[in-house]
């Protein structure tokens, strides 16, 4: 299996607080993603990174904020928590496009926003 | 990324081979077949992926034709642990790599 760790696996907290899940990978790779998934939905992509510092939004950015700071380490943050970021959010880590590159994802990360 | 269609949902009996299909009749050259499952509410677990040529790992066999239209993930003997959701998904590695809904696969004893 891919060395993926989030935390926390699972969070409870008040709307309008702010939450920061943390992805983090022991792979070295280059990529790293954020997804969430909701029944109904699948899995859909929030934002994320292809190099340290370098990020970009998904089909679902709003309101979430990214962060790379290493290249080990990739931080979703909700500024102001709501309810309808209830969710399971997913990371994966990549080696980037390329001939027939894999993603492989983590445990994922319960949060309810009450 | 190229469209997939998969069917909703499959049942197959405990000890047979599950042949999942997948459709992507405009997959374009470069485009690689994966497919990746999810267990309850676990992380995505891949599976196998291809371009043309059909391969076999541990766990499955991807058979693709010909024309690249369309595919089969290919469960040899399946057993209560296999029942999940199966994800076919076709891309150049793409960073915006989306999931459809996938085949609840069921398996009965």
């Known amino acids: 299996d891919a060395g993926i760790t989030q935390s926390p696996r699972h969070k409870v907290t008040e709307t309008g607080t702010p939450v920061t899940l943390r992805c983090h990978q022991t792979?070295?790779?280059?990529?790293m993603y954020w997804y969430r998934q909701d029944p109904g939905h699948g899995l859909r992509l929030i934002h994320y990174?292809?190099?340290?510092?370098?990020?970009d939004k998904g089909e679902v950015s709003d309101g979430y904020s990214v962060s790379r700071s290493k290249t080990e380490d990739f931080l979703l943050t909700l500024e102001s928590a709501t309810s309808s970021q209830t969710s399971v959010y997913f990371c994966?880590?990549?080696?980037?496009?390329?001939?027939?590159?894999?993603?492989?994802f983590g445990e994922g990360s319960w949060l309810t926003v009450v | 990324d190229a469209k997939t269609t998969q069917p909703t949902s499959m049942d197959c009996a405990e000890g047979r081979a599950a042949n999942l299909p997948c459709n992507h009749s405009?997959?374009?050259?470069?485009?690689?077949v994966y497919w990746y499952r999810q267990i309850h509410s676990q992380g995505p677990q891949y599976i196998i992926h291809?371009?043309?040529n059909n391969e076999t790992n541990e766990m499955a066999s991807l058979i693709i034709t010909e024309d690249r239209k369309s595919s089969t993930l290919i469960l040899p003997h399946a057993t209560l642990r296999d029942t999940a959701v199966y994800y076919c998904?076709?891309?150049?590695?793409?960073?915006?790599?989306?999931f459809g809904t996938g085949t609840r696969l069921t398996i009965i004893p």
């Open positions: 994966a880590i990549s080696e980037g496009p390329g001939s027939g590159n894999t993603i492989y």
């Open positions: 792979e070295n790779h280059r990529y």
């Open positions: 990174s292809y190099g340290v510092k370098d990020t």
């Open positions: 405009t997959i374009s050259g470069n485009e690689y």
């Open positions: 291809g371009l043309k």
């Open positions: 998904i076709v891309f150049f590695g793409n960073e915006k790599l989306t």
